[in-house]
């Protein structure tokens, strides 16, 4: 706020009125020893237009990903946004939209959840989906405890190869739940065997989770996954964490997924340093009752015309607390309508085509460092965008090595996994050109020969 309201004959009014005299009395339910006794320590007031200098010289710190030939992905992914999206995102009347409880006077807002909601359902192979949730991890986090919700079971399987902080994020959420997570490692492939997911099946589980393309990039064989839990009456739920994917690959319902939830900042969302970014999340229709968040429907009014309402909103506003199907009580609509925006603009034709070219110059990277003598590929399986490349030198030294000739190769996996510290996860997409990436084997093949 630029001023303080509250004048000196305000403040001691509502002392009066609380039956206080002085700003002391009202701490003193604070012990003494916990108290402030004197100034903050912090510089003395600008004015604002100092503020707004200092805080454009701290943001000049920042470093942009366009000054750097950045090869990073696990989960954030750098692609190209059409202008048109944030032409389209930044109108009033999208930008500063609020829930849209009055259908009446929020057709343009529900009509793009509408169509952001059908999409996922083309993207996913599913039969319905929500308005979105925060991002992908929560979105893991929520398919479980639907499962939890739809099998009357405790316990869940997940993949070690789905991403580890959407496993840190389903952990935090069932801490007091009485759930257990049991972790099924992946095979030489990179992929999670089926014949250690039937091992660890049990009477009380009530999902496996997988994520395809994993969190090494390698595109899991989910063949006769669903059949077989479905025998035991177990549900399937797959994740994305990169959607361009679904260009090219077999959708998860095509699976046989029960829950498919992901991550869409890849979809018309800048990298933002991390957010905001939005959750997917799609489900059967005989499970729809169970969906978390809120999901916009179509309808006719009494003339018989097409409109659109939020239906099926079993959140805490609406019903009883013990009855709601989850805590998440908004969406992310801005970033929704981003990746429809991007989607409706790119089409079948275009998403495909940069599903290929991410593919390709992923596979020459690939080929190519895997060339370099000491580096070796740990894992035999297909992959999309990502991959990890093994080296003689520590990942964590041969980043900070390239970083300083503008080169980002990837993320060390010593940071998620102990043993794999000298394993790089590196991702390629339609934003590194050949050059950029000739430059990366360059560099590295140099940094490897000089340790």
């Not at 801490?175 to 049990?202: C, F, I, K, W, Y």
Request: charged share 20%; proline share 5%.
């Amino acid at each position: 706020m630029r001023y303080i309201p509250n004048t000196d004959a305000d403040r001691q009014a509502m002392l009066e009125a609380m039956g206080l005299t002085t700003i002391e009395d009202l701490f003193s339910g604070i012990p003494k020893g916990l108290r402030l006794n004197g100034p903050l320590s912090i510089p003395k007031a600008l004015s604002e237009q100092e503020v707004l200098r200092h805080m454009r010289m701290l943001a000049g710190r920042n470093a942009n990903v366009e000054d750097y030939a950045a090869f990073l992905g696990a989960g954030a992914y750098h692609h190209f946004i059409p202008s048109i999206v944030p032409v389209l995102t930044s109108r009033g009347e999208f930008m500063t939209a609020y829930t849209p409880y009055q259908p009446e006077m929020a057709q343009g807002t529900l009509q793009a959840v509408y169509e952001y909601q059908t999409l996922v359902c083309q993207l996913t192979d599913m039969e319905v989906a929500n308005a979105s949730l925060y991002d992908g991890s929560t979105g893991v986090a929520e398919a479980v405890l639907m499962a939890r919700r739809v099998t009357q079971r405790d316990e869940v399987l997940l993949s070690e190869a789905v991403h580890p902080e959407y496993g840190a994020v389903l952990r935090t959420y069932l801490q007091n739940l009485g759930m257990r997570v049991h972790e099924v490692p992946v095979d030489g492939a990179g992929q999670t065997p089926l014949a250690r997911v039937r091992e660890e099946l049990s009477a009380r589980t009530a999902c496996v989770v997988v994520q395809s393309p994993n969190f090494f990039g390698v595109i899991e064989d989910l063949s006769g996954f669903a059949e077989t839990l479905h025998h035991e009456k177990v549900l399937l739920v797959q994740a994305v964490a990169e959607p361009v994917s679904l260009g090219l690959l077999k959708p998860p319902g095509a699976w046989g997924a029960d829950i498919v939830v992901g991550e869409g900042q890849a979809f018309g969302n800048a990298l933002s340093y991390g957010g905001p970014y939005l959750g997917f999340f799609a489900t059967r229709d005989r499970y729809v009752r169970q969906m978390p968040g809120r999901l916009a429907g179509e309808t006719v009014d009494t003339e018989g015309r097409r409109g659109y309402v939020l239906t099926l909103s079993t959140r805490e506003q609406h019903i009883r607390r013990e009855k709601a199907t989850s805590n998440i009580c908004t969406n992310e609509g801005l970033c929704a309508l981003a990746a429809t925006i991007h989607l409706c603009t790119l089409g079948k034709v275009g998403l495909r085509r940069v599903a290929e070219l991410n593919l390709q110059r992923a596979s020459y990277a690939r080929q190519q460092l895997a060339a370099i003598p000491g580096c070796r590929l740990p894992f035999s399986g297909p992959t999309f965008n990502e991959f990890v490349l093994e080296t003689p030198k520590p990942a964590g030294d041969l980043i900070q090595q390239l970083s300083a000739h503008r080169l980002i190769p990837g993320i060390d996996l010593g940071r998620f996994y102990s043993g794999r510290s000298h394993q790089l996860l590196m991702c390629v997409t339609e934003m590194n050109p050949r050059e950029d990436i000739d430059r990366l084997c360059s560099a590295v093949s140099t940094a490897i020969r000089a340790s």
